[in-house]
């Protein structure tokens, strides 16, 4: 057995350790707004239920452990007091990944993520209309725990009202397990799905995705793809040239054969096949070579 005194590693492999060591953690996929109305959106995995009466949930967004910057989450709860956690489930995971990358300041998140935003009642952030679960929250108070990268700032926040999808709920009336499939956060590129076990996510870049509102309407209207595909299709740096989609097309011959069927479905489907595999340029190349 190895034995550690936190102060003699460097934070970032400190913060791995730890990571890798206590989980899974539930995602608190925070909405906010800065004090000039605009929307922003990230999740947070320092996050858990700590309180029924009142009902407190607690999240705690760090500073970069890499320049000790703080997020814009947190600029915004210390503004204006207000925020709404949403729950993340299986099916939006890809998304809400991607809605972790470090766009500039102003950019919405809910777009680049594909992500509906609808009105709360009570607070002025918007709420994830894709998430099952959604509260409502004000602040009570933000507890800065540091100065220095990795620091958390615990952010304490008494929920005012919550909204429950009806779909996710069992004969009962409670919230059924199953139906909800909530992930959670592990080490790394690692969750786990409370139904299934674990799983991979990779990382979003860190230059920064095209983003799904980048992603062409034929795509994000076809039937076949879910959000979770969005979500992998949005986090590409930049798509594939035309000459290397001609390439890939000419040197795979199944891909010929499906593209041959003139059927838009087929196609859509073997790029389906390839974002399965995690082979997303691949599944952009299918994709693309309809318009060449």
Same mark, same amino acid.
């Given at each position: 057995?190895?034995?550690?005194?936190?102060?003699?590693?460097?934070?970032?492999?400190? &913060?791995?350790?730890?990571?890798?060591?206590?989980?899974?953690?539930? %995602?608190?996929?925070?909405?906010?707004?800065?004090?000039? =109305?605009?929307?922003?959106? $990230?999740?947070?995995?320092?996050?858990? !239920?700590?309180?029924?009466?009142?009902?407190? !949930?607690?999240?705690?967004?760090?500073?970069?452990?890499?320049?000790?910057?703080?997020?814009?989450?947190?600029?915004?709860? @210390?503004?204006?007091?207000?925020? #709404?956690?949403?729950?993340?489930?299986?099916?939006?995971?890809?998304?809400?990944?991607?809605?972790?990358?470090?766009?500039?300041?102003?950019?919405?998140?809910?777009?680049?993520?594909?992500?509906?935003?609808?009105?709360?009642?009570? #607070?002025?952030?918007?709420?994830?209309?894709?998430?099952?679960?959604?509260?409502?929250?004000?602040?009570?108070?933000? %507890?800065?725990?540091?100065?220095?990268?990795?620091?958390?700032?615990?952010?304490?926040?008494?929920?005012?009202?919550?909204?429950?999808?009806? $779909?996710?709920?069992? @004969?009962?009336?409670?919230?059924?397990?199953?139906?909800?499939?909530? #992930?959670?956060?592990?080490?790394? *590129?690692?969750?786990?799905?409370? *139904?299934?076990?674990? +799983?991979?996510?990779?990382?979003?870049?860190?230059?920064?995705?095209? =983003?799904?509102?980048?992603?062409?309407?034929?795509?994000? @209207?076809?039937?076949? +793809?879910?959000?979770?595909?969005?979500?992998?299709?949005?986090?590409?740096?930049?798509?594939?040239?035309?000459? @290397?989609?001609?390439?890939?097309?000419?040197?795979? +011959?199944?891909?010929? =054969?499906?593209? $041959?069927?003139?059927? &838009?479905?087929?196609?859509?489907?073997?790029?389906?096949?390839?974002?399965?595999?995690?082979?997303?340029?691949?599944?952009?190349?299918?994709?693309?070579?309809?318009?060449?």
């Amino acid at each position: 057995m190895i034995s550690i005194i936190p102060k003699e590693i460097p934070t970032a492999k400190l &913060q791995g350790y730890l990571q890798g060591s206590v989980g899974p953690r539930p %995602i608190a996929f925070a909405s906010t707004m800065d004090s000039n =109305g605009k929307p922003n959106l $990230s999740p947070f995995s320092f996050f858990n !239920l700590f309180s029924a009466n009142p009902p407190i !949930l607690i999240f705690s967004p760090s500073r970069r452990v890499r320049d000790n910057t703080i997020k814009h989450t947190l600029i915004n709860a @210390e503004a204006t007091r207000e925020v #709404v956690i949403n729950v993340v489930n299986y099916d939006m995971v890809q998304q809400a990944s991607l809605a972790s990358t470090e766009y500039g300041d102003g950019v919405n998140e809910f777009l680049k993520a594909g992500f509906t935003a609808i009105p709360s009642d009570i #607070v002025k952030p918007y709420r994830v209309k894709e998430s099952p679960v959604q509260f409502e929250c004000k602040i009570q108070e933000i %507890i800065s725990l540091g100065n220095e990268g990795g620091a958390g700032n615990l952010i304490i926040c008494e929920i005012v009202k919550m909204h429950i999808d009806e $779909s996710i709920l069992d @004969e009962n009336g409670g919230v059924d397990q199953h139906k909800i499939d909530l #992930v959670s956060r592990l080490g790394g *590129n690692w969750y786990s799905r409370s *139904n299934m076990g674990l +799983f991979e996510v990779e990382k979003p870049l860190t230059t920064l995705g095209i =983003g799904v509102d980048q992603i062409p309407d034929f795509i994000k @209207e076809s039937p076949v +793809f879910d959000g979770n595909d969005l979500g992998k299709l949005g986090n590409v740096e930049a798509l594939p040239t035309t000459e @290397e989609v001609a390439i890939f097309v000419d040197q795979n +011959f199944a891909v010929k =054969g499906v593209l $041959s069927s003139d059927d &838009q479905e087929k196609v859509h489907l073997k790029a389906k096949e390839y974002l399965d595999n995690n082979e997303v340029m691949a599944a952009w190349k299918v994709l693309l070579s309809e318009k060449i």
